[in-house]
């Protein structure tokens, strides 16, 4: 599986951006995709996700922001980040999970830089 993210950039506290994340490869029996940050100084942690039935998970710090969704013709998930803090300032990474037998296959994504600052 090959992750392509794309959409980061610099934006001022309050701004939107669209983070997207194309598939491509061995994507069949993909379970899980989603979007993880990582700050400076600080451990990767877990931003979103969604299930091939679409059902969604957020970090709390996120929770009424941002939004995930998919698009399976696109083989493509994004991430729709509003009201952007500059504690949101990461280098967000795309990732996707297969599980098998209880085994997780985790694949990831280069990272996009996301700048929140005024």
């Known amino acids: 599986v090959q992750l392509q993210a794309s959409g980061g950039g610099v934006v001022q506290p309050g701004g939107s951006l669209r983070l997207s994340c194309a598939a491509s490869?061995?994507?069949?029996?993909?379970?899980?995709m989603g979007w993880y940050r990582q700050a400076p100084g600080k451990q990767r942690e877990l931003v979103a996700t969604?299930?091939?039935?679409?059902?969604?998970n957020y970090a709390h710090s996120v929770k009424g922001r941002f939004t995930i969704s998919r698009d399976n013709a696109k083989n493509t998930v994004y991430l729709q980040m509003n009201s952007l803090k500059p504690e949101d300032t990461a280098v967000y990474y795309c990732?996707?999970?297969?599980?098998?037998?209880?085994?997780?296959?985790?694949?990831w994504g280069k990272g996009t830089l996301v700048t929140v600052s005024s």
């Open positions: 990732n996707a999970k297969k599980v098998h037998t209880g085994v997780v296959m985790d694949y």
């Open positions: 490869g061995s994507i069949f029996s993909i379970d899980v």
């Open positions: 969604i299930t091939t039935d679409d059902s969604t």
